[in-house]
């Protein structure tokens, strides 16, 4: 069964501070995402990266940076965070196979207040 | 207009209910479709793909409507542990494997 393992649960940080979350696959999976989810706005993509060091912008990528220097590990880091981003943050993984093909699968999520 | 539309409910249907939602997406190049489930405070987890010919998971069937752009997912003979929020997905058409989700419809189904 596939783990997708994000290091935290619950994350209280405050306005300006750099915060790492990070997320931790163990099916070799080549595809992995970051996304954030807020009520009435569903799941939004922040980065994506289909390969080691490779990385590729989502649909709300300002604010933040990942890092891929393993092929399980994909890192989202908040250079300076800020109260709009106090969200849950939910890591995925999946195979190389076409567009859609390859379901998700999903970290427990992180909970990151920003105060 | 959001590129994936859900109804945000809540549903509330009593055991043994079928209950159908439906789910509109804005790009007719879209290929691949899906249901997700997300228990609450949970991650989301697959629930089912959505092929153009529909298809069908126990009490669970999908279907798809590309002249209209939407997808539907019916439950027949709801259990208690059906209650959920679900997640239509739909891949961007042209994006690699990326896939746009809506905010999610809520089920809860009561004894």
């Known amino acids: 069964d596939v783990k997708v393992t994000q290091s935290s649960r619950y994350l209280v940080k405050r306005t300006g501070e750099k915060v790492f979350l990070e997320c931790v696959q163990d099916m070799d999976h080549e595809n992995m995402f970051w996304y954030r989810q807020d009520p009435g706005l569903g799941l939004r993509l922040i980065y994506f990266?289909?390969?080691?060091?490779?990385?590729e912008k989502g649909d709300i990528p300002e604010g933040y940076s990942v890092s891929r220097e393993k092929k399980e590990r994909f890192s989202l880091i908040l250079e300076s965070a800020s109260t709009n981003q106090t969200s849950m943050y939910l890591c995925a993984s999946s195979l190389p196979r076409g567009p859609g093909d390859s379901p998700l699968h999903f970290g427990n999520g992180t909970r990151l207040t920003v105060t | 207009r959001k590129e994936v539309e859900q109804d945000p409910g809540p549903f509330n249907v009593p055991e043994g209910a079928t209950v159908a939602f439906n789910c509109t997406y804005s790009n007719s190049a879209s290929q691949s479709f899906f249901w997700y489930r997300q228990d609450c405070r949970k991650e989301p987890k697959l629930l089912m793909s959505v092929y153009s010919s529909g298809n069908e998971d126990g009490r669970f069937t999908a279907q798809l409507n590309r002249a209209s752009q939407y997808i539907s997912l019916l439950i027949r003979d709801s259990k208690l542990s059906d209650s959920a929020t679900y997640l239509c997905v739909v891949n961007a058409a042209g994006g690699y494997n990326k896939l746009i989700f809506g905010a999610g419809t809520r089920l809860a189904v009561h004894p």
């Open positions: 990266s289909y390969d080691v060091k490779m990385k």
